[in-house]
């Protein structure tokens, strides 16, 4: 069974940085896109950071100062966290989607969630 394992969450002052890191464990036979997202209470879950293939997309307001790596060779995904602010304060889930089999089509995979908490 496929589960994406995160770790490195946690509590940070303002302008601090962090890195959150995601492990595919299990067998799969493909992964298209790795990433992250996030969500803060009230609030619906947002896209914060995606590698595709060759490209990287961020949402606006990370721009600059997260950044995403992914080695697909052992199907880990890590998120740099720079200067972080207090509205970056969210849970982070690690986001993949592949197939699990060749002749199987693909699905999303979620991990359970890292809390990030940006304060002073």
């Known amino acids: 069974q496929v589960q994406l394992v995160e770790s490195g969450g946690g509590l940070v002052q303002p302008g601090g940085s962090l890195r959150l890191s995601c492990a595919v464990s299990?067998?799969?036979?493909?992964?298209?896109?790795m990433g992250w997202y996030r969500q803060a209470p009230g609030q619906q879950r947002k896209l914060v950071a995606v590698?595709?293939?060759?490209?990287?997309d961020y949402a606006d307001s990370v721009k600059g100062r997260f950044f995403i790596s992914r080695d697909n060779a052992n199907n880990t995904v890590s998120l740099q966290m720079n200067n972080l602010k207090p509205e970056d304060t969210a849970v982070y889930y690690c986001?993949?989607?592949?197939?699990?089999?060749?002749?199987?089509?693909?699905?999303?995979?979620w991990g359970q969630g890292t809390q990030v908490t940006v304060s002073s």
């Open positions: 590698s595709n293939g060759g490209s990287t």
């Open positions: 986001y993949a989607r592949g197939k699990p089999r060749e002749w199987r089509s693909a699905r999303d995979y």
């Open positions: 299990g067998s799969i036979f493909s992964i298209n896109v």
